[in-house]
């Protein structure tokens, strides 16, 4: 199947700092990348639907000026959180597919983020 | 409001049984249906999938079971196996949009 892969796999950052992670799919060109979060033992979350060359799409209740995204080539999307807090901690994932609507999604290992 | 529901958190099941993981779906327009299974700290690994057009869809181990009317799919694995122990999400599509909603995840254990 197809690879898709998250940096880094955890990170640790103090309150008020920004993240960036960089999901990106190594055998394939993903028109379309999906970033999700989850929290322990709660299902994923769709947070933004990214399209390469324009602006992510955010789901209702996710700050977009919080969780800036980047989707700047087929093969690489990037997820800044700004200002992280403590509330920011999570495990996030991103996906990839090739955008046709039935189209699987391939999902990156994953991000741990712990915001101190 | 949960519009995919996975109401089994847990699930046990002894080597060489039958496991059958059940998910429950509100919206008439998800047209398109996928397992997941996750291992903790892993990103979800696709499994099988299902179209709305079909009932059932085979893949080794592993069927997918669809009734439309009920709004309801299964995942059966048969024989199930200790490396099938994870969690396994159930995700729908509408299609086009290519958005995945996702049930909360049901553990599987499967005992030797």
């Known amino acids: 199947g197809a690879v898709v892969s998250q940096h880094?796999?955890?990170?640790?950052?103090?309150?008020?700092?920004?993240?960036?992670?960089?999901?990106?799919?190594?055998?394939?060109?993903?028109?379309t990348m999906f970033w999700y979060?989850?929290?322990?033992?709660?299902?994923?979350?769709?947070?933004?639907?990214?399209?390469?060359?324009?602006?992510?799409?955010?789901?209702?209740?996710?700050?977009?000026?919080?969780?800036?995204?980047?989707?700047?080539?087929?093969?690489?999307?990037?997820?800044?959180?700004?200002?992280?807090?403590?509330?920011?901690?999570?495990f996030y994932i991103c996906s990839a597919s090739l955008g046709r609507g039935t189209d699987t999604q391939y999902f990156g290992p994953g991000t741990r983020l712990t915001v101190l | 409001d949960q519009q995919v529901k996975q109401n089994s958190p847990s699930l046990s099941v002894q080597e060489g049984r039958?496991?059958?993981?059940?998910?429950?779906?509100?919206?008439?327009?998800?047209?398109?249906?996928?397992?997941?299974?996750?291992?903790?700290?892993?990103?979800p690994t696709f499994l099988i999938s299902i179209s709305s057009i079909k009932d059932k869809n085979e893949d080794g181990r592993f069927t997918v079971f669809l009734n439309k009317s009920a709004k309801h799919l299964s995942l059966h694995i048969v024989p199930s196996q200790?490396?099938?122990?994870?969690?396994?999400?159930?995700?729908?599509?509408?299609?086009?949009?290519?958005?995945?909603?996702f049930g909360q995840g049901t553990t599987l254990q499967v005992k030797p």
């Open chain 2, 18 to 43: 039958i496991s059958i993981l059940n998910c429950d779906y509100t919206n008439s327009m998800f047209d398109y249906f996928l397992w997941y299974k996750k291992y903790p700290a892993e990103g």
């Open chain 2, 82 to 101: 200790p490396g099938d122990s994870a969690v396994y999400f159930c995700a729908a599509s509408d299609g086009n949009t290519g958005k995945l909603i």
């Open chain 1, 37 to 90: 979060r989850q929290f322990p033992k709660q299902s994923l979350m769709l947070m933004a639907t990214s399209n390469e060359g324009s602006k992510a799409t955010y789901e209702q209740g996710v700050e977009k000026d919080k969780f800036l995204i980047n989707h700047a080539s087929l093969t690489l999307s990037t997820l800044t959180v700004t200002s992280a807090h403590p509330e920011d901690s999570s």
């Open chain 1, 8 to 31: 880094p796999s955890r990170v640790i950052c103090k309150s008020g700092t920004s993240v960036k992670i960089e999901c990106r799919s190594l055998d394939f060109q993903a028109t």
